[in-house]
């Protein structure tokens, strides 16, 4: 059985895996990290997403052997060590942007990683269309929108 | 800090864990040895089962057991039991046919479970699966109500002939046909309500474990009432007393109502468990979803209003089909009946209503309450059915709900469908809906949006549902057999923190936040002492858990009923401790004082004291300090409110963006507007997802065409706008809250709202309905006939 060594928030592991195991599992069953969840099998829903050298990847549809020698941060590797939240955690909290917490895990991933990539300044439109990959159920996307609108300024360094 | 009691839009204390990947949902429970079930499901429709051979699934590595149907029958294990029965018009109960746990005989929809593989890992079990081998003889499939109500027709169980469950009504036809007979004009209407597939977030598990030493069941899964799980497996179906059945439903990704059903695979981890002395966990898989959730929805149809000149409503006959799918789940008799006929008053004096509702079998997945359960139908048909009297005499729309709504001074009112409303305000809510949506400034966005080519049209949807479910003598006398009182147990603990164990279960509505401001408000603790446990049969007395909007509205009654002891406990031994007469003592923001004197003692100078009662009237009364209410609510509640929707139609593509949605909502006291906020948002993106997106299709043999979220659309973001959510309430005049509860009017009075746009966006195409979803394919259709017909004229 191949062998996969990867960086999961800060920390090495290796981990035996077959072929067809797939990121997530690796995560949630191997390392115990759960709070990646698995909400769908045809890659639409986005609550597996994590980010893999940096950048947002939907771990449901990533083999374990795909991420050997990455570096994979996931929800759980957001906060800091005194428990201090990313701004986007703080503001998806202020602005009542989950409600069951299935969904965001994978959300909050998806939209460190669309602020990330819109430096200048984002619009409603471009966060809305950006999110085409996160499905949520429960909050109609509301408050999320408001919730990554408000996040932009506090990551981007301009609060 | 802030205030943080009610009306105080308080953060939420259960995203600590939620953000930081910490919550606890089922499939993040592993127990030590655990085996790893799959359910092996029928993939075809309706089929006899010949046999099952299991030896080659049994024999592949890593495989413990395989089960069938026949291995539990053998065991006398019960049948899936349904909680609501209904009687038929010529009052003979409904056909109650028998619901295996796992197929016996026969299947009858895609996805009815035929055998479990048990295995040390899900991906043996799952490969393994694919060794059985199943000999099954195909029958005709009847997959639509209007196949199986066809004479000759398949027949789905031989305990209902010609596939009828039951044929129910409501109301004095003789009456009302008369009314009809005399009507100045009859408008009428066919609709459909489309099939829905609830979806939340997080799929279904279960883990079931068994103690061999003390021989107790644990079982773990995704319920929104794990008390009621607990009565119907361990009574009904697996034979285990309650005292040896402990029911967790830990974090839980969202209902919707999907999730109060007793489920099959409940039943399975938990009985297998014992048989193979581990234990036994259990994931759905998303397509395996699609076919063992319970849906939604499913009604036909015809809808006729009688008015006279005036457009005034003489009288309103309703005559639906309901589809109950392959088995009756558990509350699913009871939807199409007393939560839909009975809401067919609305917001109007119609003075009198028949309605006749034939509840069908099909082959296909069992349907059952999905958010709304029956108001949303009602409110579909009456407020398409008004927007369809306006169309056929020319009154303005708005204009005739204001002359046929009930006035605000008839309260309470008794509808002519049993309900009566305690309270409401109607053209209240309305005039400020209109106001927000600027419904007065739509002619002209309309030309404006012309100028672009563009279809713009503006809809409303006036509506009134019935929540708070419910008093219990009332359904019971309408067939339900389960109570549907709420449980609150209130513990104040000796150094005066406040721990509350609640039957009902948040699965995304904040209670942790909510119930514990209802604490903040009425016992003075602070916020952050205050702590809600839900979800564990083995800490909290007894629960009928959360759907039906009813967690604030009977929960949080039963709460404050508890604190009411605790503060009349407390008067008597603060009367004590400051030796005065129990009638002087007064209490408030947590301080209990004699009237009219400085002597004062906190709550927890009480609580200490009645665990350490030295100084203590021990003559009179016990130590300690924890009271328990049990609130079996006198009515229904009644939210209503209004509902605008704007939409503007490419007529290139069909595609309908919904530009603005309005919501006015009368939910009685509001505890955390931001919460109910969030709540009309998550209904309102549910219903606008019925009306333009969401339906669960099957092809002529039963199979499940819109069988993954590939193919089933589920809105996304850049589907919806934002919503203007606002509330203009009057308080329920029967719980001591005055809460109505806002879980569900957000997709009850959406839907028709957008759908009274569109047709109203189509108008100069003679559109006069369309049912849902109105996809851009039909759009386009619509307006590309007309535009020949059009043209040619």
Known sequence: MPQVTLTVNGKQHTVEVENRTLLVEVLREKLALTGTHVGCDTSQCGACVVHVDGVSAKSCTMLAVQANGTSVLTIEGLAAADGTLHPMQEMFREHHALQCGFCTPGMVMSAIDLVNNYPGGITEQEIRDGLEGNLCRCTGYHNIVKAIAAAHPLMHGKA | ?793
């Not at chain 2, 005034?312 to 309901?322: D, K, N, P, W, Y």
Request: proline content about 5%.
């Open chain 2, 1 to 793: 800090m802030g205030f943080e009691g009610i009306g105080a839009s308080v953060r939420r204390k259960e995203d600590a864990r939620f953000l930081n990947g910490r919550g606890n949902y089922t499939d993040d429970i592993n127990r030590p040895g655990q085996l790893h079930a799959y359910v092996k499901r029928s993939d075809r429709a309706h089929a006899t089962i010949n046999g099952i051979d299991t030896a080659a699934a049994a024999a592949t590595a890593g495989v413990v057991a395989v089960f069938t149907g026949p291995d539990m029958a053998a065991e006398n294990i019960g049948g899936l039991p349904c909680g609501w029965q209904i009687h038929n018009k010529d009052g003979s109960p409904m056909a109650e046919p028998p619901h295996p746990v796992i197929a016996v005989g026969k299947v009858r929809h895609v996805g009815d479970p035929v055998a479990v593989v048990i295995a040390e890992t899900k991906q043996q079990a799952k490969d393994a699966a694919e060794l059985l081998s199943i000999d099954y003889t195909d029958l005709p499939a009847v997959a639509t109500m209007a196949a199986a109500l066809a004479s000759g027709a398949a027949t789905v169980h031989d305990d209902a002939p010609g596939n009828v469950c039951y044929d129910w009504h409501i109301g004095d036809k003789a009456i009302v046909d008369g009314v009809f007979a005399n009507a100045n004009k009859v408008v009428r209407l066919d609709l459909t309500n489309n099939r829905l597939i609830p979806n939340a977030m997080e799929p279904r598990a279960a883990v079931g474990d068994y103690d061999v030493n003390s021989g107790d069941y644990t079982l773990y899964t995704t319920s929104q009432n794990p008390h009621v799980i607990r009565l119907l497996m361990g009574a009904f179906v697996l034979h285990i007393p309650e005292n040896k059945l402990r029911v967790v439903a830990p974090d839980v990704g969202g209902g919707f109502g999907s999730k109060i059903y007793h489920y099959a695979e409940e039943a399975i981890v938990t009985w297998a468990a014992a048989k193979v002395r581990r234990p036994v966990k259990w994931t759905a898989e998303r397509t395996e979803s699609f076919m063992s959730d319970a849906h939604g929805r499913d009604h036909v149809s015809t809808a006729e209003m009688a008015i006279d000149a005036q457009g005034t409503f003489l009288g309103l006959r309703v005559a639906t089909q309901a589809n109950m799918g392959a088995y009756l789940s558990t509350f699913a008799p009871c939807v199409p009946t007393y939560l839909y006929a009975t809401l067919l008053a609305g917001t109007y004096k119609t003075p009198v209503i028949y309605c006749e509702v034939k509840a069908v079998f099909t082959n296909t997945v069992p349907v059952d309450a999905y958010r709304g359960a029956g108001r949303p139908e009602a409110t579909f048909l009456l407020e398409r059915l008004v927007d369809a009297v306006a169309y056929d005499t020319g009154i303005d729309r708005v204009e005739i709900r204001r002359r046929n709504f009930i006035p605000a001074d008839a309260f309470p009112y008794q509808t002519p469908v049993a309900l009566e409303y305690d309270s409401g305000d109607y053209q209240t809510t309305l005039a400020v809906a209109l106001t927000n949506a600027d419904w007065a400034g739509f002619e002209a966005r309309r030309t404006e949006a012309k100028a672009r080519g563009k279809l713009r049209g503006i809809g409303i949807s006036t509506y009134l549902e019935a929540c708070g479910i419910a008093p219990s003598a009332v359904v019971g006398s309408l067939g339900a057999r389960a109570g549907l009182y709420e449980v609150a147990n209130i513990r104040v603990h000796p150094t005066g923190s406040v721990t509350v164990f609640t039957g009902t279960h948040s699965h995304g509505q904040g209670h942790e936040t909510t119930l514990a401001q209802l604490v903040v408000e009425q016992l003075g603790v602070p916020f952050d002492q205050v702590e809600v446990v839900h979800g564990d049969t083995a800490k909290i007395p007894f629960g009928m858990g959360t759907y039906g909007s009813r967690s604030l509205a009977v929960g949080g009654s039963a709460m404050v009923k508890a604190m009411d002891k605790i503060i009349a406990k407390g008067k008597k031994i603060a009367a004590h401790m400051m030796e005065a007469s129990v009638e002087d003592i007064e209490f408030a923001n947590n301080t209990f004082t004699v009237a009219g004197t400085d002597k004062s003692k906190t709550l927890t100078d009480i609580s200490l004291c009645a665990y350490v009662p030295h100084n203590y009237p021990i003559d009179e009364l016990e130590p300690g300090l924890e009271e328990t209410a049990f609130y079996d609510p006198k009515n229904f509640t009644f939210p209503g409110g209004c509902h605008i929707g704007e939409v503007e139609i490419d007529p290139e593509t069909g595609v309908v963006h919904v530009v603005n949605f309005t919501a006015v909502d009368d939910v009685g006291r509001v505890v955390n507007p931001m919460i109910v906020e969030g709540q009309v948002q998550g209904g309102i993106a549910q219903g606008i997802g019925q009306a333009l997106l969401e339906a669960a299709i099957y092809d002529d043999n039963g199979q499940l065409m819109s069988g993954s979220m590939m193919d089933y659309t589920m809105p996304r973001a850049d589907n919806l706008p934002n919503f203007s959510v606002a509330t203009e309430n009057t308080m329920c005049t029967h719980n001591p809250l005055g809460s109505k509860g806002c879980g569900e009017v957000g997709a009850i009075g959406s839907p028709p709202a957008v759908i009274n746009a569109i047709c109203d966006a189509l108008k100069d195409y003679g559109v006069r309905h369309m049912n849902m979803p109105a996809t851009s394919g039909k759009i386009w259709s619509i307006i590309h006939a007309g535009s020949s017909k059009m043209a040619a004229n």
